[in-house]
């Protein structure tokens, strides 16, 4: 492994939690939205590339479409449109050297699928299925709570035989601080009541008007005892559980997504066998790394966070680093909409990872064989083992 600046090989790399693409090309207002998690505008005189991701966007990816690295965000989009949506997603991914991604399928929009992404990037895909995105499908056909309530047990052993684990936002429906047990069938069944009442409320007084009736978010899934179901249901079927933690848009309170909230259902759920993972965790993957190294069977998350860092993404990845277990860290991009969000996040953490190592390395902390292996199991080797999957990792970082 050399250090910062000289050339390294490039390994494959496992994108174990991602979504889709766009499958159109975004005008720069939407473009820009995906650079950020706020829902407002940027300040005034500024646009969203005036952050680390932006920062980032533009010392990456021009070059991989012909243009010196930070150029302005004008010239870089023009040049995207001149080489049309599919030439610039299939430029930008096959630059993230990503051989294979686990793709969560729960958000909505035109996006591509795993199969689609996995073309235009020259890899494999497979799914993780976001629990409360099934259980509202499963809502969607159900008319009483026990119907529900059987279905949705079906539709999560179902999904289990063929998808690579599953993901929860419960974190952004309620928060982590949720009761760790399982809940009790008539506490269960009340909540399933309950739910399926206010959608069929929203769904008839959308019927009578004309402007979309009722609250939105009333036909999504937030009670905290479903939640509680949900995450049992998964834990039973032994696939990994991919949990959001920490950094995400304004529809959550951070204070609530805390992954240290997680303890007690940590603990409970441990004879499942269940892998927990804890996505992002920024400003708590501290937190994350601990309950990583004090747990068996729980693992962190580096995506989003070395992203959102951007220049400062060393000083993040060290911090992961420095009590989580070399075997419980795993690399993902959490990219959606934007290839050069996969890109970004791809290059980030190669640099990130590959100048910490170096500058341990050359401070005798550590040996550069020791270095190597760390490398191959956070990019790739950790994801390989915990979602099961089949083909082989060669290279350095």
């Not at 936002?169 to 009442?197: E, I, K, M, Q, S």
């Not at 009736?213 to 509680?228: Q, S, T």
């Not at 910490?356 to 401070?363: F, G």
Request: hydrophobic share 45%.
């Amino acid at each position: 492994m050399s250090g910062h600046g000289a050339a390294r090989p490039r390994p494959p790399l496992v994108d174990h939690h991602c979504h889709g693409l766009l499958r159109g090309e975004p005008d720069a207002a939407a473009f820009e939205a995906y650079l950020t998690e706020s829902d407002a505008p940027a300040a005034p005189g500024t646009s969203y590339f005036d952050t680390q991701l932006g920062f980032a966007v533009r010392r990456w990816c021009p070059p991989l479409l012909g243009l010196p690295p930070h150029c302005p965000p004008e010239r870089y989009l023009a040049r995207r449109r001149e080489l049309g949506a599919a030439e610039a997603t299939r430029r930008l991914l096959r630059a993230a050297g990503i051989t294979e991604f686990l793709v969560d399928t729960g958000l909505p929009g035109d996006l591509m699928g795993p199969q689609e992404l996995a073309e235009a990037a020259g890899g494999a895909a497979r799914e993780i299925v976001r629990l409360e995105h099934l259980a509202e499908r499963v809502a969607d056909a159900s008319r009483t709570a026990d119907s529900f309530l059987a279905a949705l047990d079906g539709a999560v052993r179902g999904a289990a035989l063929t998808a690579a684990g599953f993901k929860s936002v419960a974190a952004y429906r309620h928060g982590l601080d949720l009761a760790p047990t399982p809940p009790a069938p008539a506490a269960l069944r009340a909540a399933a009541d309950r739910w399926l009442a206010a959608r069929a409320t929203r769904t008839a007084r959308t019927a009578r008007t004309d402007d979309g009736g009722g609250d939105p978010k009333a036909a999504r899934l937030a009670d905290p005892v479903l939640l509680r179901h949900l995450l049992w249901s998964a834990a039973r079927t032994a696939l990994p559980l991919q949990l959001h933690t920490g950094f995400g848009d304004p529809d959550l309170r951070l204070d609530r997504c805390d992954p240290l909230l997680l303890t007690d259902f940590i603990r409970a759920v441990r004879p499942t066998g269940c892998p927990l993972i804890l996505l992002h965790g920024y400003p708590y993957h501290r937190g994350a790394a601990y309950l990583a190294a004090v747990y068996p069977h729980v693992y962190a998350d580096v995506g989003l966070a070395l992203t959102h860092t951007g220049a400062r993404a060393g000083a993040v990845l060290a911090e992961v680093l420095e009590v989580a277990p070399f075997g419980k860290v795993l690399f993902s991009t959490d990219a959606y909409g934007l290839p050069e969000l996969y890109a970004v996040g791809a290059l980030l953490f190669r640099e990130a990872l590959g100048a910490t190592l170096a500058r341990w390395v050359r401070d005798g902390a550590w040996s550069a064989a020791d270095a190597e292996r760390v490398a191959a199991l956070v990019a790739a080797g950790n994801a390989r083992r915990v979602y099961g999957l089949n083909s082989t990792i060669t290279g350095n970082i």
